[in-house]
Structure formats: C-alpha cells, structure tokens
C-alpha cells in the first residue's frame, strides 16, 4: 500500500465543563485527506477545496505533522498530501485537528501502522502547536479515537475513552472571527476555589452521565462557571441561543472548542432539528452568515475509505 | 417500632482529587447509635462511650439533627438518643457524619420512612454545619447511602452514587488535632487556571477508573495539585508516609477529609496489610501515638442492626 484515502471528523472539544480535558467526534462535518508515499524525503501538500490554506508544509497544520514523521523515519520517505477540506478553519469544531489526526493516522498506516496511538496522537499534537501555540489534545484525542475522549494529562499524556449513549448533536457555525489563540488569552489565569469545586462536580457529573446513560445528569453537568462566562462574550447571540435550545428540549449545550460554534446534545434526532430551527432563527434575525449541522457522536475516529 | 440500633460507618471524604465532591464508606471503624421516640417535644443523648461530647443537643452533632427533625414533625415527638462512639473526633474520617447521618436515617426509620433520601441528608446537614460550620455532604452521603458519592452540588443538593470495584482501605490516624475550619481556613480562595485543569483531568480520571475497574487509572488519577500540598504541612510524616504507601504496593491515597488521618487504596489485602505496616513504623519511629485500620469500602450506608 502506498497510498490512502482517509475521512476525518470534526470534533467538540471542552464541553462545556471539561475544559482542555474532553472532546467528542462528530459524524459531519469531516474532511478527505488522501496520502501517498514518497521516496524523496520531501512532503507535498494539494488543497481540493476553497479555503486557500497554506501549501508550504512548515505553514500547513498537516504538513507539519507530516515532516515530524519524515523526522523520525530519517530516512528518504516523503509524503504527498491532497486535501479536501469540509470542515471550515476557524469554526471551533476541530479543523485543525482533523487535518492533522488524519495526516498521523493516515501517514501510520502507509508505514504498515510502526507507530502506537500514543505516539500518533503526540504526531498530530504538532499540528496543533502550530495551530494554536498549544499542543492541546482534546480535539485531536477523540477525532483519532472516535467517541468521547478524556486527556486526563498531558505531561505525560493519559488518554481514556469514555463509554457514552447514543446522541445527537446539534452545531451552528456563526461565521465571525474568533482565534483560538485570541479565546486563550482572554481567560483569566486564577480562579475561584469555590468555582473550581463547581466545575469539578460537573465534570465527575458529566462522565458519570455519559457512563451510565443518565441523560438528566448529562443535562445538569453542562454547566461551565469558569470559562463560558468569558469566552461567550465573544459570541454574538450565544445567551439567547443556548437559552432557547435548552426550551426546545437539548439536553444542554455550550462554546465548541474555544468557538464560534456552539454545540447542543439532545437525547432525540426530533429534538435535535428543533434545536436547528432556533439556531437558525436566531442567527437569521441577528443577521449573521452561519452553517448548521444536526449529527451524532462518530464511534471510529479518522477512518480509512480506500 | 418505637426504638431502633443502627450502625454507623466512618467515611473518607475528598479521596485526593475530588475536594468537596467525592466521599467513600468504610467497614470500620463504625459508631452504634440506639434512637428511641419520647411522647414529648424534647431530645435526650445518652453517651455510652469515653469521649465526653456534650449531651445538651444543642451542642451535639446528632442533637441537632434530631432537634431539626423534631422542628419539622412540629408535633409532640421527641427523641432519646444513646451513642456508642467508636470513630474518634477530628479523625478526619466522618466522626461528626457518623453521628449526624445515624441520627437523621434512624429517625426517619422510627417514622415510617417518610423523608426522601435527599431530606434525611439535609437533615443530617445540620450535624455538619455544628461540626465544622459548613454544610457539606462529601461524609455525609456516602455514610447514608454507602460506596461512593458524588456530590455534584450542594445547591441545588445533587448526590449521584459511583460504581465501584471492591477496593481495600488502609487508614492511619495520627493522633494530633487538625481543626476541620481551621484546615479549612489554611486553603488559599483562589487557584491557578493550569492547577483547576490538572485537578478535574484526575478527577474525572478516577470516576472513571471507578466505574471502569481499572486499578491502574484510579491510581494515576490519586494526585491533588491544590488542596494536599497546602493542608500536608500540617501533618507531621505526611509525605513519607505517602511515598512509602505507594512503593508497597497501594494505589495511591492521601489526607482523608482534612485530615489528620492518611487513607490509602489498594487492590489487595495483602498490600493493603503492608501499607498498615509501613504507616506504623513511620509513626513509631515519629514517636505519634496512633491508630489504623484495614478495611474495605462499606455498600449499604447506615445500616439497622436491631
């Protein structure tokens, strides 16, 4: 095999209450990654899509990760990369991380799959780094493992998987600017004691939800008193929005990532196109382009399609 | 039924990571409290036992408990209560629950069950608030309802039950005094972003190790980067202690509830043994008089033995 053809999914890191920590996978949107090995130590990278983004593999997310691979290998194997980019850059859904869990997992498999998931994940984490200045796993751990994914550490990096029921997920896109790195630098670097143990009550509330599909307490730990309070208010609409898809019945919902998106779970494919209908209604008055998906939670990560 | 013996069980609250929010049963030590109904408005106590806690129950953790329950009834029900106190005062491992949670459940007993589960605990939460002037439950639910607890918030009150692999328990109280407010007080208000992240990584980590039996997770997830370093120093042999536990073979542990006593997880009984005696040569060797106990996680909470 010398060449493969890759679909890798989007993901909603944080939520809500597990922020840098957990991350899920989304069966739309997703990207097309198709790899092929070189024999020269080089990586070429060919964009299929309108995004413009850069080809020079030291500026690309992807080419990136790849040349972390061609280091390690040191030898004279190079890549060449053709990109189809479904997932728009900057929407807070993992863009970046689908391009380079997919160019990891991806590159592992044309080297007859040499390397651990660890050492995938800590591949694709470069991607990352440049991406955002953060090697930050929480989007690249569950689109490379599918399903919820909790970073338990980074340094050293602890992975779990995290059992979770069947639900769906509602996503809207409002297409203003919000960069990762502009969302980081906003937080503050202390907080409360007493919010810290409100947000680590919601956590083990959370996790305990997804483990024992208990969709109430799902609902009631997607609370954030830490970081949603400040970063929301780089989204227009955001208060208006998860108040009225908490009425139209989601299970709860917050910031995917460090936005723009916001991201709804709700327990019914119903529920989960009513939640659309608010989203889109009320980005439609506000007067704000916007995209929408109504998906579920991806169970395999990246995943080979030929 | 007019007069009821129940047993009830020490706790280990916190359990490292889970500062305010986590609490486990243990098999021993336990109290054993006799409550019987009086025709007239009034609470009795009864002290069968060598530590001189006051008997007017105003001033007792499990009187005003009873004198709270009384207040609701608002009828002529008093309550005569003795107490056989096994698990010492400023322990550290749920001494006021004990009494505050055997009170509550025993009376609700004696009155045919009337309260929910969730009102016994808001009753037995008055003991608390006497004892170390806040109303928290990471003692007194898993005293009542027994395993592991989660409570998720106070207000509103959410206690969720975790799962839980049969897990043995070693406990060594060194018998200084450490004040619960004044442990409490020792804590700094506000924490570092990066520290809240490390802490809800592991605390995650260990409810899901928790759920998912896997030994190893709960043992990596056993680490306290906010509260342990601040409160430790007031526990002489704290560190050597620990470090010791973990090369004889425990999971991990730490200060339980806060503190003195040292609490540690093993997957074992014969570890669990080993830790006993590692515990001891340090606090002999220390010169601290002390206790310890080899136990197991109790399932069912205070329990009716006669």
Known sequence: MDSIKVKCPGTVANLVCGFDILGLALNEPADIMELRLLDEPRVLIRNRDAFNLPTDPEKNVAGVV???????????????????????PGSGIGSSAASAAGAAVAANHLLGNRFSTEEVVQFAMNGEKLASGVKHADNIAPCILGGVSLIRSIHPLDIISIPAPDLYVTVVHPQIEVRTADARQILKQ????????????????????????????????????IIEPVRSILIPGFDEVKQKCREAGALGGGISGSGPSIFMLSKEEKTAQEVEAVMRAVYTRIGIDFNTYVTTINKNGVEKIS
């Open 190 to 225: 202390q907080v409360l004691l007493r919010d810290a143990i409100r947000q680590w009550g919601n956590i083990a509330g959370l996790v305990t939800g997804f483990m024992k599909s208990d969709y109430d307490l799902i609902g009631r730990s997607l609370e954030d008193v």
């Open 66 to 88: 790849l040349l972390s691979v061609m280091e390690k290998l040191g030898g004279q194997t190079g890549f060449e990369l053709t990109v189809e980019k479904h997932i728009k």
